[in-house]
C-alpha cells in the first residue's frame, strides 16, 4: 500500500474508546523498546510518527493509527519492562486481553522479537497465548541490521524454535535503519486485513 495520509485518531485504555470506523486492524505486540513504534513509522513512510523511544515502557496505551482511511495500526505497549509495578502490569494485561480477545475487527497480530536474541518468557507465552486464540500472527525479528547477514538463517532457526512455532506460522527479519522486510510485512497485512 503507498501511504500518504495517517493520522493517531485514538489512545484508548478501554473498549468505549476504540475507534467505531470499523476498518479491519492490525495490532503491533512485543518487548518494550523492541521496535514496535519503528516498524510502525517504516510502514508508514514516517520518522518519527509513532512515538520511538530510548525509554522503555513509554507507550502506555492502544495508539490507533489511521491509515488511508482504509486501516487501523494499532500499537499496543509493550510487555516484560521490569521497572513497572505489578499493578500496572495487570492493568496492561487487562486492557491487551480485552482488546486482542474482543475485537472483532482485528485481523491481524504482528509480535515483534529482538533478532539479537532468544525469545524471551515473555516472547514465548505471548506467541503461545496468540495461538490459543487463533489470532493470525506475523512474527517479525527486528534490529536484523544489528547481525551479519550470515546468522540470519540461524536466528530465524533459533526463533521459530524458541517460540514453539510450527512450519506454517510465518516469520519475517526485519531492519528498520534499512526498511529491510517492509514489502513483505505489507504483503501479510494487506492479505489479512483485505483478503
Ligand atoms: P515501547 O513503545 O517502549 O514499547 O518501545 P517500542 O517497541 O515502540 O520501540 P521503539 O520503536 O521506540 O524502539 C526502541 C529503540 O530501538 C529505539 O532506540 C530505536 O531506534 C531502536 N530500534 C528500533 N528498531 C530498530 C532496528 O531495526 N534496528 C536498530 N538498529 N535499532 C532499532
Ligand atoms: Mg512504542
Do not use: C
Not at 506475523?138 to 517460540?163: C, F, H, Q, Y
Amino acid at each position: 500500500m503507498e501511504v500518504n495520509n495517517v493520522e493517531l485518531v485514538m489512545s484508548a485504555v478501554a473498549p468505549e474508546q476504540y475507534p467505531t470506523t470499523g476498518y479491519p486492524e492490525i495490532a503491533f505486540v512485543g518487548r518494550s523498546n523492541v521496535g514496535k513504534s519503528s516498524l510502525t513509522n517504516v510502514l508508514i513512510n514516517r520518522r518519527s510518527y509513532a512515538r520511538t523511544s530510548s525509554q522503555p515502557g513509554k507507550t502506555q496505551t492502544l495508539n490507533f493509527y489511521n491509515v488511508e482511511d482504509q486501516l487501523y495500526f494499532v500499537d499496543v505497549p509493550g510487555y516484560g519492562y521490569a521497572k513497572v509495578s505489578q499493578a500496572e502490569r495487570e492493568r496492561w494485561g487487562q486492557m491487551i486481553e480485552t482488546y486482542l480477545t474482543q475485537r472483532e475487527q482485528l485481523r491481524g497480530v504482528i509480535q515483534l522479537v529482538d533478532a539479537r536474541h532468544e525469545p524471551t518468557k515473555d516472547d514465548i507465552q505471548m506467541f503461545q497465548w496468540l495461538a490459543y486464540y487463533d489470532l493470525p500472527t506475523l512474527v517479525v525479528a527486528t534490529k536484523a541490521d544489528k547481525i551479519p547477514r550470515s546468522k540470519w538463517n540461524k536466528v530465524e532457526s533459533t526463533m521459530r524454535k524458541g517460540l514453539g512455532m510450527t512450519p506454517d506460522n510465518p516469520l519475517l527479519l526485519f531492519s528498520a535503519p534499512q526498511k529491510m522486510g517492509k514489502d513483505a510485512i505489507w504483503d501479510w497485512i494487506e492479505t489479512q486485513a483485505f483478503g
